[in-house]
């Protein structure tokens, strides 16, 4: 059984910078692919980056790239986000989600929320203005 927990989440001001994390366990994740999405209030859950882990090729949200940026620690089996330049507008709960069928997903597949079967519990990330 896969366990995701993530961390990191706080109260920022905009302008700022966070560093969540998202802790796996349970596999090999050497063909799994690694997505964080975020979901604001009254919002839909959105893609905002992920990984292959086994690649390291990574995929970002138009909204986020430039500013935020994905990796992994293979021997810590862990995955970080790196956010700066936070905006108000990245206020969300974030969640860290994988899934191990991911080697061949195209470039769309991986931004699908629906196509990732293990997810986190989620830590919230608020950017006051």
């Known amino acids: 059984q896969v366990q995701l927990i993530e961390s990191g989440g706080g109260l920022v001001q905009a302008g700022g910078s966070l560093r969540l994390s998202c802790a796996a366990s349970?596999?090999?994740?050497?063909?799994?692919?690694v997505g964080w999405f975020r979901q604001a209030p009254g919002k839909e859950r959105e893609f905002v980056a992920a990984?292959?882990?086994?690649?390291?090729?990574?995929y970002y949200a138009g909204s986020v790239k430039g500013r935020f940026t994905i990796s992994v620690d293979n021997a810590k089996s862990m995955v970080y986000l790196q956010m700066s330049n936070l905006e108000p507008e990245d206020t969300a709960v974030y969640y860290c989600?994988?899934?191990?069928?991911?080697?061949?997903?195209?470039?769309?597949?991986?931004?699908?929320?629906?196509?990732?079967?293990?997810w986190g519990q989620g830590t919230r990330v608020t950017v006051s203005s």
């Open positions: 349970g596999r090999t994740f050497s063909e799994y692919a």
């Open positions: 989600a994988a899934d191990p069928n991911a080697s061949y997903w195209s470039v769309i597949a991986i931004r699908r929320s629906d196509k990732y079967d293990y």
């Open positions: 990984i292959k882990w086994s690649s390291g090729n990574t």
